[in-house]
């Protein structure tokens, strides 16, 4: 999956601030609080980026500089939308891209 500039910024921000004692009193940490959102759906897309970039989950310390990195989804359909985006791409990735079963439904995927 590759991530806009501001979703780079933003998740190389706040991955960067989750090395520190006080994290959630830092601005991206501060940015998911205000959004609701959980610190394992930012992940998701960075382990998305680390896929289709090829590279270690550490580089996205890196990836960026910008320490007041700003919220990159607009609206909460966008971050949704976005989210699915990556969930779909780790699962293809995972699977090689066959269909997946839920058993609990009779769903395929």
């Known amino acids: 999956m590759k991530l806009t500039?501001?979703?780079?910024?933003?998740?190389?921000?706040?991955?960067r601030e989750e090395w520190e004692p006080a994290c959630y009193q830092?601005?991206?940490h501060r940015l998911q609080l205000a959004h609701g959102v959980s610190a394992a759906q930012l992940i998701l897309f960075i382990k998305a980026w680390t896929d289709?970039?090829?590279?270690?989950?550490q580089e996205i310390l890196a990836?960026?500089?910008?320490?007041?990195?700003?919220?990159?989804?607009p609206t909460i359909e966008d971050f949704?939308?976005?989210?699915?985006?990556?969930?779909?791409?780790?699962?293809?990735?995972e699977t090689g891209g066959r269909a997946v079963v839920d058993r609990s439904t009779n769903a395929r995927s």
């Open 26 to 28: 830092l601005p991206a």
């Open 5 to 15: 500039h501001d979703e780079l910024e933003f998740l190389s921000a706040w991955a």
């Open 63 to 73: 990836a960026a500089v910008d320490p007041q990195a700003r919220w990159p989804w």
């Open 80 to 93: 949704r939308d976005r989210l699915a985006e990556a969930g779909r791409w780790r699962t293809e990735r």
């Open 52 to 57: 289709a970039e090829g590279k270690k989950d």
